[in-house]
């Protein structure tokens, strides 16, 4: 192929990959839109810490070791509800070769405010918004939905506040190597929405038998993040079709007990528009 024509080629393809990140981030806003206003009726069942269930059945499973936003801990709870289906996917990984990693899991509404500013991920999603733009700045609306497609602005569309949804990647049992899913945790991209078609055949294959496996168990997949996997909430109800309300709400955590108490001002923005503005300067500069 000559030089002009692979210019050609690649700037085709750069712009298919434009127009998938601003069609699949444009449906994750409406999902979120949608999420917000499906009905709840939260049953307050409390949480479990996922490391504990897993050491008491025996079983391999990891735990991301870094610290959370503001060098607070990560809690690894799930509404106890949950718990034999995670463990039952674990278990299922374990007999085919696999260890889950939990990433993620349950989050306070101070650790869902500071992850959407975090310097690993505001910087990277508004250079990202930048780029579907053709290098130009992004208005900030555009900029907020955006971030909101991939990082929950409030507690009613977050899973990880309702205690409902973890973020996994998955190794080998033997060596410990990353099982192939186009990218790894938190990547920023048109790699990020599941479906993505930019994947080579192994990563769509393995992100497709992971999805299969964890739907085995009771877990949806978030469909516009390859990592992020919930069950018994909004998120829930509405990708699998069904009507009625969402028993999983969000709420705040009792660590020492596991004890939940329904946040009352859910849909109250975590993050203020003159914060993100602020943020934006910044990072330009």
């Not at 503001?70 to 278990?91: D, H, K, Q």
């Not at 899991?105 to 990202?128: C, D, I, N, W």
């Not at 085995?216 to 909430?233: C, I, K, L, M, T």
């Amino acid at each position: 192929m000559e030089a002009k024509d692979k210019m050609a080629e690649d700037g085709r393809l750069d712009d298919a990959r434009r127009r998938f990140w601003s069609e699949r981030m444009d449906a994750a806003y409406r999902f979120m839109l949608d999420v917000q206003a499906w009905p709840v009726a939260e049953n307050r069942e409390p949480m479990v810490s996922l490391p504990d269930a897993a050491k008491q059945a025996g079983l391999r499973v990891a735990f991301s070791e870094l610290p959370h936003v503001r060098g607070l801990p990560r809690l690894f709870f799930l509404r106890s509800g949950l718990i034999a289906g995670f463990l039952g996917a674990a278990a299922e990984m374990n007999a085919r070769g696999w260890l889950l990693k939990v990433e993620d899991g349950y989050r306070t509404r101070e650790m869902q405010k500071y992850l959407a500013l975090r310097p690993e991920v505001f910087p990277l999603v508004l250079s990202r918004t930048s780029w579907e733009l053709g290098g130009s700045d992004p208005p900030l609306e555009l900029f907020r939905r955006r971030l909101a497609a991939l990082i929950a602005m409030n507690p009613r569309v977050g899973t990880h506040c309702i205690g409902s949804a973890i973020d996994i990647s998955v190794l080998s049992l033997d060596g410990g190597m990353e099982i192939d899913r186009g990218a790894g945790y938190l990547e920023i991209s048109e790699l990020t929405p599941m479906d993505s078609p930019f994947l080579f055949e192994v990563a769509r294959r393995n992100r497709d038998e992971i999805t299969t496996l964890m739907a085995r168990h009771g877990f949806s997949a978030y469909p516009f993040e390859f990592w992020h996997y919930n069950a018994g909430d909004a998120y829930s109800e509405l990708l699998s079709g069904r009507e009625g309300a969402a028993r999983y709400g969000p709420v705040d955590l009792e660590l020492a007990s596991g004890v939940v108490s329904p946040i009352v001002d859910a849909t109250a923005p975590l993050n203020s528009e003159q914060e993100m503005a602020a943020m934006m300067a910044k990072a330009r500069r």
